[in-house]
Nanobody, 125 residues
Framework: VQLQASGGGLVQAGGSLRLSCAAS????????MGWFRQAPGKEREFVAA????????YYADSVKDRFTISRDNTKNTVYLQMNSLKPEDTAVYYC???????????????????WGQGTQVTVSS
């Protein structure tokens, strides 16, 4: 599966953005999906994840209650709605996919087989 992330940009603190990740292929609905981010000089970190049917969602503590992950399997797209943005949310955001499996660990980057190219999110203070 190929992933294309979009929706990043420059926003003031307290503002909102919605990221999208469009996937190619007819089997998108069988993939668990995740969002990760990487700030300059830092390791890639988990942001949010959603199971293949959307029944389970997971969030990093730092974004819980501010970010919402969702998916539309009819559009082969996963979304990340980001509200109340903070300067520390500034990073390149990546979407990732793995074909659903019982051993899925949503928070671990090395659990994903496919990655999008990233979209820059910059939050000014």
């Amino acid at each position: 599966v190929q992933l294309q992330a979009s929706g990043g940009g420059l926003v003031q603190a307290g503002g909102s953005l919605r990221l999208s990740c469009a996937a190619s292929g007819r089997t998108f609905s069988s993939y668990d999906m995740g969002w990760f981010r990487q700030a300059p000089g830092k390791e890639r970190e988990f942001v949010a994840a959603i199971s293949w049917r959307g029944g389970r969602t997971y969030y990093a503590d730092s974004v819980k209650d501010r970010f919402t992950i969702s998916r539309d399997n009819t559009k082969n797209t996963v979304y990340l709605q980001m509200n109340s943005l903070k300067p520390e949310d500034t990073a390149v955001y990546y979407c990732a996919a793995i074909q659903t499996q019982r051993s899925w660990s949503p928070r671990a980057p090395n659990n994903y087989d496919y990655w999008g190219q990233g979209t820059q999110v910059t939050v000014s203070s």
